[in-house]
């Protein structure tokens, strides 16, 4: 087993690499950039998309042809007006005077020590506003993860018990109901009703935590640390159910079905103790091993809009902007914090497979 783990570990390093070097080349082809960001606030165009769609005399601001920092100081056309020392002085604060080749050789060598550098626009360094911000993306993923495991695994085993009744029907068509609803959609009529939007002033609309948080005790932090993470984890754990539900009730069928449960029945075991004594390690091997994997995705996929929404500022609202302002050592430390995060996240998850059933052994496999 040690082997294998070291063979995955290894294949990090030129996974990693692959992927930092497609986006790195891809922003290369990107319309716009950093040094374009900050001519388009000069000239009061709010950002680089705005710049691009408005209309009028400014439509041409980045002009035919804009790249992401490449072209000489005089072809930028939103620099009209500007001195061509000040364009080669942000080039050079950006590292944009250099060739693609060797910022990226110096990025990569910078991101092996885990030094991701300064943001352009936030004056921080990147590693200081992803620490700063991993809190709440955090809460929100692991908060939805364990609610979600824990009402779908008890309901999902139910409703293969009682496969084909009322109950099994009637949760059946909830939670798919549940899970056409768009999560913003219905993180929108959560503010509505219980937010302050038109109906209840229950819980707050801003932030993870009160402005006097600092001066509570420790229950009075407890609390008004679950009040304000309320709603933007129920918005992120709906859709959630519906998968891990039928996934566990499914996994649960096919296990109840087979000739060992029928034989466990036969020798006069209970119902409970055939159920949770030997159908349940192997039924809900797939759904705990997927843990991981159900983390990242809630952790990754949704934080973008629900941070927004509750203005919560995660690591999603942060990749966003940094896409928009063209911050590129946000947009590419992320991108290698996040890659990272992911590639260890698959070896957890064969780990898991493991814990659940030792019998399982992934270097037999590969040998």
Known sequence: MAA?????????????????????ALTQFVPGGPIEQVLANIRGEGDVFEAITGGGGDADLLGEGASS????????AGARGLPPEYIAELERQFGLDKPPLERFITMMGRY??????ESYFHSESVLGLIWDRLPVSISLGLWSTLIAYMISIPLGIRKAVRDGSRFDTITSGVIIAAYAIPGFLFAIMLIVLFAGGSYWQIFPLKGLTSNNFEDLTLWGKIVDYAWHI??????????????????????????????YVITAHAKGLSEKRVLYGHVFRNAMLIVIAGFPA????????????????????????LGFQAALQRDYPVIFGTLFFFGLIG?????????????????????????
Do not use: H, W
């Open 4 to 24: 294998y783990i070291l063979r995955r570990l290894l294949l990090i390093i030129p996974t990693l690499f692959g992927i930092m070097v497609i986006n790195f």
């Open 294 to 317: 159900l983390f990242l995705g809630v952790f990754f996929s949704g934080s973008v809009i629900i941070e927004t929404l509750f203005s919560l500022d995660g690591l999603g609202r």
């Open 230 to 259: 309320t709603l933007p984890v129920i918005a992120s754990t709906i859709a959630s159910f519906t998968t891990l539900t039928l996934l566990t009730k499914n996994s649960f069928l096919d296990e109840i079905r087979k000739q």
């Open 69 to 76: 920092g490449n072209q000489p100081a005089s072809e930028y």
């Open 343 to 367: 590639l260890i996240t698959g070896i957890l998850s064969d780990l898991m497979y493991i814990f659940v059933d030792p019998r399982i052994d992934f270097e037999r496999r590969n040998t």
């Open 112 to 117: 092996i020590r885990f030094d991701f550098g």
